[in-house]
């Protein structure tokens, strides 16, 4: 059993190319009164593949009739110069290979090596071609810029704390800042956050060693704003549901219940 490969031209070129151009605009829908987000699309027409050459794989396997050595030709599929370049025989093929794999009653595995085999040397001459080419140095750097977007985007969210659309709003694919006061006040909102889970641990710290040397004395009077009490009222929320007798069947939260109560009262929530 072997693989031949045999060079055929096909009568139409190849029309879908690469774009040439990636292209940053501004989405038209929202669904609040937040600002535009940015994204990309690649335009500016397809890459001409003047490459008419194509590939038609076929397996030939011998055997015994009445004596008589005869020949059987299975098909498996023409690959285009393009194809080869830049499609894995997985990707043209795998039904194909399967099926004939399963007439001749051998491991798929098996098969593909055969045609591996026969295609390397040929996949290698026309991917150093292609590699060569104005249509992948553009894909190439196309994959690049949005790469580099998706890592900006993600090293925002983390710092910031925001979702990606919330970097999308201030920056495009290329990294340009289209929406300075947006950012303004992402950054804003963050120092306030920052600000006022300082104030909280603080705060914390302060009380766990009041109960530390003993002492559960309560202010009467409150420092907190509104918005913090409102942090510290979901928080008691939080707690009291995982620490509610009735939510704790077998097992006495009575010390733990006590203890966020006590919270509770202190910060007037």
């Excluded at 030939?60 to 299975?74: M, P, T």
């Excluded at 750097?141 to 919330?166: G, M, P, S, W």
Aim: hydrophobic letters at 30%; glycine letters at 4%; charged letters at 30%.
């Amino acid at each position: 059993m072997y693989c031949v490969i045999q060079e055929v031209r096909r009568k139409k070129p190849d029309l879908y190319g690469a774009y040439r151009k990636l292209e940053a605009y501004q989405n038209e829908w929202r669904f609040d009164d937040r600002p535009f987000t940015w994204s990309y699309r690649h335009t500016g027409g397809r890459f001409e593949r003047p490459h008419l050459e194509a590939y038609k794989i076929s397996i030939h396997s011998s055997y015994r009739e009445s004596g008589v050595v005869k020949k059987r030709q299975y098909p498996i599929r023409t690959m285009g110069y393009y194809d080869i370049a830049t499609y894995s025989l997985y990707d043209c093929a795998d039904g194909s290979i399967q099926a004939t794999a399963d007439k001749l009653g051998m491991d798929p595995a098996e098969l593909y090596e055969i045609i591996e085999t026969k295609l390397e040397l040929l996949r290698e001459r026309i991917e150093a071609e292609f590699h060569q080419s104005p249509e992948y140095i553009t894909q190439q750097e196309h994959e690049r810029i949005i790469a580099d977007h998706l890592t900006a985007q993600n090293k925002f969210c983390n710092k910031y704390d925001v979702e990606k659309d919330e970097y999308n709003r201030c920056y495009d694919v290329f990294g340009v800042l289209r929406n300075r006061g947006y950012l303004a006040k992402i950054q804003a909102q963050h120092k306030a956050r920052k600000q006022s889970e300082r104030r909280y641990r603080e705060s914390w710290r302060s009380t766990y060693e009041q109960y530390a040397s003993g002492s559960y004395s309560v202010s009467a009077s409150s420092t907190y704003t509104d918005a913090e009490r409102d942090i510290l009222r979901q928080f008691y929320r939080s707690l009291s549901k995982t620490y509610h007798p009735d939510l704790n069947p077998g097992k006495d939260t009575t010390e733990e219940m006590q203890l966020l109560n006590r919270l509770k009262e202190m910060w007037s929530v």
